[in-house]
Antibody, heavy 117, light 110 residues
Framework: QVQLVESGGGVVQPGGSLRLSCAAS????????MHWVRQTPGKGLEWVSF???????QYADSVKGRFTISRDDSKNTLYLQMNSLRAEDTAVYYC???????????WGQGTLVTVSS | QSALTQPASVSGSPGQSITISCTGT?????????VSWYQQHPGKAPKLMVY???KRPSGVSNRFSVSKSGNTASLTISGLQAEDEADYYC??????????FGGGTKLTVL
């Protein structure tokens, strides 16, 4: 069965950096695109970034230039490097598998990132 | 990349049907038949319910159906059950490998 397990969240000061990881299992990781989606406390979902199976990627305007998505197919792991963090980046960050039908068909349990001084 | 517009809340009694609307623009909902819907119970990760028009993942009840007209997609849940009480989010492909979510709708089963 598909499993996605995020890690790396925590408390960081404004302007700081954090790297999130998402360990994948139960499917051929190298054949699928992967996403990061975040949810601010008590609020809605926001798509953050996508990396295709071929390594091409895209970002939401709100994180472009500050976040970097990457993947290591040898480790079945997705990453999100977050730099120049702001208070508004505080959220639960989910990794999600792309379903090839332009949907997110499996989600991890999320990891909380808190940006605060 | 403005969020899609959903009603903040809807409610219905067990056995009834409810509809949640999701309004976007000609750049997202109106351009692609690629709206997906997610159910989220408190403290849980979102769960895919419907995608790519009116497709449902294995295990999702056929009580969940979608329609689309112009820039607005709608999710209908028929035969409401207590377990349907949750937050629901729509999401549309917006071109150039980007996606946009709705603000979410809280469904209360009375």
């Amino acid at each position: 069965q598909v499993q996605l397990v995020e890690s790396g969240g925590g408390v960081v000061q404004p302007g700081g950096s954090l790297r999130l990881s998402c360990a994948a299992s139960g499917f051929t990781f190298s054949s699928y695109g992967m996403h990061w989606v975040r949810q601010t406390p008590g609020k809605g979902l926001e798509w953050v970034s996508f990396i295709k199976y071929d390594g091409s990627y895209q970002y939401a305007d709100s994180v472009k230039g500050r976040f970097t998505i990457s993947r290591d197919d040898s480790k079945n792991t997705l990453y999100l490097q977050m730099n120049s963090l702001r208070a508004e980046d505080t959220a639960v960050y989910y990794c999600a598998k792309d379903g090839r039908g332009w949907q997110f068909d499996y989600w991890g349990q999320g990891t909380l990132v808190t940006v605060s001084s | 990349q403005s969020a899609l517009t959903q009603p903040a809340s809807v409610s219905g009694s067990p056995g009834q049907s409810i509809t949640i609307s999701c309004t976007g623009t000609s750049s997202d909902v109106g351009s692609y038949n690629l709206v997906s819907w997610y159910q989220q119970h408190p403290g849980k990760a979102p769960k895919l319910m419907v995608y790519e028009g009116n497709k449902r993942p294995s295990g999702v009840s056929n009580r969940f159906s979608v329609s689309k007209s112009g820039n607005t997609a709608s999710l209908t849940i028929s035969g409401l059950q207590a377990e349907d009480e949750a937050d629901y989010y729509c999401c549309s492909y917006a071109g150039s490998n980007s996606w946009v979510f709705g603000g979410g709708t809280k469904l209360t089963v009375l």
